[in-house]
Structure formats: structure tokens, C-alpha cells
Antibody, heavy 114, light 111 residues
Framework: EVQLVETGGGLVQPGRSLKLSCVAS????????MYWIRQAPGKGLEWVSS????????YYPDSVKGRFTISRDNAENTVYLQMNSLRSEDTATYYC???????WGQGVMVTVSS | DVVLTQTPPTLSATIGQSVSISCRSS???????????LNWLLQRPGQPPQLLIY???RLESGVPNRFSGSGSGTDFTLKISGVEAEDLGVYYC????????FGSGTKLEIK
């Protein structure tokens, strides 16, 4: 059974950091590009970052560039999202998904508030 | 950046009715490798999105064949031929030809 399980969410103050993890099982993780995608409460889906199969190439939209860092450990079947300088507008449910969009995690909530 | 304009924003349908959702891109989604990376997702209430259609018109495994996708270049359509109660939720188009962009979503309600 394919699973993506995100952890690491929670309540954090503006300006602080948080690191999300997404552990994959049931498919060949190292063969897939991976995405982080977020959804603010009551809003649509927003791309946060992408990483290629070996972790050598990463991509971000302007909204998080310079603040967020995606990485992966293929030996641990895990993709990470390091989030620094968090803002209130980063409050959202964060999903990891594979490049084909056929595998999604259940999501983890991140709330940025003082 | 690619912008995907999805219409209508909301859709109300009776059981058995056929409906269509439009997704228009600000630029062609035809990749240099010949593929068009336009997918359709359904997000049911309280659930993560699930893949319905990939590469414009290919039905994901396990998805009922009342769902179909069509289009090319910048204009794409998702059609549901005979809405069922379980189809309620928000539909998103998503392109991955040029980075990654999502449409704004279409909420399908059942009358």
C-alpha cells in the first residue's frame, strides 16, 4: 500500500522556523520528483517546492524562495521542507505529493501566529 | 508565470446530469517532449486531492469512466457524464509543463 505521511506541523510564532518531513512507502520513492503543496484555510492549492530524483535540483515560487528549502534522503524514503522566517500567510495545510500526483499525503497543519 | 483560469467557480448539478469544467492557460502547455502536462484533481471535503485525469485525457486507474478530459494547447475541459453523489467536492486543473500551477478550483454541489 502506498503511503505518504507528513509530520512536523504545529503552531509557530512569526519569524521562527519549522521543518516538515514526509515519509514514503509502498512505491519506489527514489524514482520520483516530489512536491510540497499547501492549502490555506478555505483556499485553493498552491505549489511550494519541487525536488528532482537525486535532490540535485530544487525549485520554488517567489512566495517562498529564500525562506524555504526542500531536500530529500532516498535512503530514508523521506522528503523534507525546512521553513524559515515564517509569516502569517504561510498558515496552511502542507501536503507532499509525487510528481505524477497519484500519491498524496493526508497533510499537516502549520499555523503561524503570535 | 503560467496562469490557469478555471470556470465556473461553482457548479450545481442533479444526479445523472452531465457537466463540464473549463481550464484555460495563459500559455501553451505543450512541452518540448510532445507531452501536455495538464491534470485534473478532485478534492472531496476533508480529504487530500486525488488524481482523476493525467496528460489531458488519460483516466487514472480506478477512476470511473464517467470522467473524461479533453483539450490541447491552452484550452482544456473536464466532463462528468452523469454526476453521482460521490462526485461532490472541488475540482482543480494543474499544469506541470512550466513549473507548477493550479487552477482556482470549481466547487461541484449536488442539488
Amino acid at each position: 500500500e502506498v503511503q505518504l505521511v507528513e509530520t512536523g506541523g504545529g503552531l509557530v510564532q512569526p519569524g521562527r522556523s519549522l521543518k516538515l518531513s514526509c515519509v514514503a512507502s509502498g512505491f519506489t520513492f527514489s524514482s520520483y520528483w516530489m512536491y510540497w503543496i499547501r492549502q490555506a484555510p478555505g483556499k485553493g492549492l498552491e505549489w511550494v517546492s519541487s525536488i528532482n530524483t537525486d535532490g540535485g535540483s530544487t525549485y520554488y515560487p517567489d512566495s517562498v524562495k529564500g525562506r524555504f528549502t526542500i531536500s530529500r534522503d532516498n535512503a530514508e524514503n523521506t522528503v523534507y521542507l525546512q521553513m524559515n522566517s515564517l509569516r502569517s500567510e504561510d498558515t496552511a495545510t502542507y501536503y507532499c505529493a509525487n510528481h505524477d500526483f497519484d500519491y498524496w499525503g493526508q497533510g499537516v497543519m502549520v499555523t503561524v501566529s503570535s | 508565470d503560467v496562469v490557469l483560469t478555471q470556470t465556473p467557480p461553482t457548479l450545481s448539478a442533479t444526479i445523472g446530469q452531465s457537466v463540464s469544467i473549463s481550464c484555460r492557460s495563459s500559455q501553451s502547455l505543450l512541452h518540448s517532449n510532445g507531452n501536455t502536462y495538464l491534470n485534473w484533481l478532485l478534492q472531496r471535503p476533508g480529504q487530500p486531492p486525488q488524481l482523476l485525469i493525467y496528460l489531458v485525457s488519460r483516466l487514472e486507474s480506478g477512476v470511473p469512466n464517467r470522467f473524461s478530459g479533453s483539450g490541447s494547447g491552452t484550452d482544456f475541459t473536464l466532463k462528468i457524464s452523469g454526476v453521482e453523489a460521490e462526485d461532490l467536492g472541488v475540482y482543480y486543473c494543474v499544469q506541470s509543463t512550466h513549473a507548477l500551477t493550479f487552477g482556482s478550483g470549481t466547487k461541484l454541489e449536488i442539488k
